[in-house]
């Protein structure tokens, strides 16, 4: 077997399921809605087939992901990706943290922040904007949560409006949910040649 | 028209609570959407919706989420009696029954401290005879209430100076 990932990276690992995925063969026909299986696509990732088996939940929980992370208007997308970071490294969900660093330095073109992060993790120092975001994200993921009202305005001072705002907080509540599965029902493992989870 | 779930327990008033999420009421619709789908699937699998409503309380009661909390109760007494055990509700309890230790333990532990979660965390709930889609079905609910708690805490704080 493939040894579990335990550092940060921006590769994407392969997920290795710790439940039964379900059994596409066998799969229902509100499964295969979920899943949006077509006789064109075919591939569905493990990690997909194991939330299958909660058909209902899986169905309404992937519009709503792709709503908050690539609605149009409002926080950027970068910067979105950057609360979906500060609650993954809290939950040390490498998995997730490995997907959304690799599409932060994507979409600002720089490496230098998940660089920071990945070293100092809570404690990163950042430029002021980013640091403002991801200490804000990093608080709401907390249990409780330690977000009070000196880190909005933190935010509003560099510069963000209230609609922003309100999407660095779905952005970083949504990946409380998404760690709270990615990290649990499965381990992240030395990518494979050729597939991905 | 009743409020969503979110909009009442964030503690905005309507008029406020418009104006803030206007440009994303696609996803305050989705997310009332999937608070039924977790709390209240029309399959609940092996785990009832008196269940889910317990655990619910349970979890909310240890993110100090008052108003989730109530909303969380009223699920519960409206479930009427499904999970009779009351220390499924009390986080600083755990119950006999071995499956609702488990049920209560998984969701204290992934609730709130996630990252220490490993892969005999998933074991343990196989002992207690937990099927593979009851605990996807448990990891559901106990990740989408922290969505939706701090989903809460966040508009509340947004909505505190605005």
């Given at each position: 077997m493939s040894a579990i990932i335990e550092d940060y990276t921006t590769t994407i690992p392969t997920w290795r399921p710790r439940v039964k995925p379900i059994d596409l063969k066998e799969a229902s026909e509100a499964q295969l809605d979920a899943l949006k299986v077509t006789?064109?696509?075919t591939k569905v990732s493990d990690?997909?087939?194991?939330?299958a088996n909660d058909v209902e939940t899986l169905a309404v929980r992937t519009p709503l992901f792709n709503a908050i992370m690539y609605n149009k208007g409002g926080l950027s997308r970068a910067e979105r990706e950057l609360g979906a970071i500060?609650?993954?490294?809290?939950n040390r969900?490498?998995?997730?943290t490995a997907v959304h660093a690799?599409?932060?330095?994507?979409?600002?073109?720089?490496?230098?922040?998940v660089e920071r992060i990945f070293a100092a993790e809570e404690a990163a120092l950042l430029p002021p904007r980013e640091a403002a975001i991801f200490s804000f994200a990093v608080k709401l993921s907390k249990t409780p949560s330690e977000a009070e009202d000196t880190d909005v305005e933190a935010l509003r001072e560099v510069g963000l409006s209230d609609e922003e705002i309100l999407d660095l907080v779905l952005s970083a509540s949504l990946f409380g949910w998404a760690n709270r599965l990615m990290h649990t029902l499965g381990d992240p493992v030395e990518p494979d040649r050729g597939t991905r989870a | 028209m009743t409020r969503s779930v979110v909009a009442a327990a964030s503690g905005l008033t309507e008029a406020a609570f418009a104006a803030l999420t206007s440009a994303r009421q696609d996803v305050m619709d989705k997310t009332e959407a999937a608070h039924w789908a977790a709390l209240r699937p029309a399959d609940p699998g092996g785990l009832s919706h008196g269940e889910r409503a317990a655990l619910a309380v349970r979890v909310c009661r240890r993110h100090k989420s008052a108003t989730l909390t109530t909303h969380y109760q009223r699920l519960l007494d409206e479930a009427d009696g499904e999970a009779a055990d009351p220390s499924l509700t009390d986080p600083a309890a755990i119950p006999a029954d071995p499956?609702?230790?488990?049920?209560?333990h998984y969701a204290d532990k992934a609730g709130a401290a996630p990252r220490t979660v490993v892969a005999d965390d998933i074991e343990a709930l196989k002992r207690a005879g937990i099927e593979d889609a009851d605990i996807v079905r448990l990891s559901e609910l106990v990740a989408f209430l922290a969505y939706q708690i701090?989903?809460?805490?966040?508009?509340?704080?947004?909505?505190?100076r605005s």
């Open positions: 006789p064109s696509n990690y997909v087939l194991v939330l500060g609650a993954s490294v809290v969900c490498i998995y997730c690799s599409r932060y330095n994507q979409l600002t073109k720089t490496t230098e922040t | 499956r609702l230790a488990a049920l209560a701090r989903l809460v805490d966040g508009l509340s704080l947004i909505g505190e």
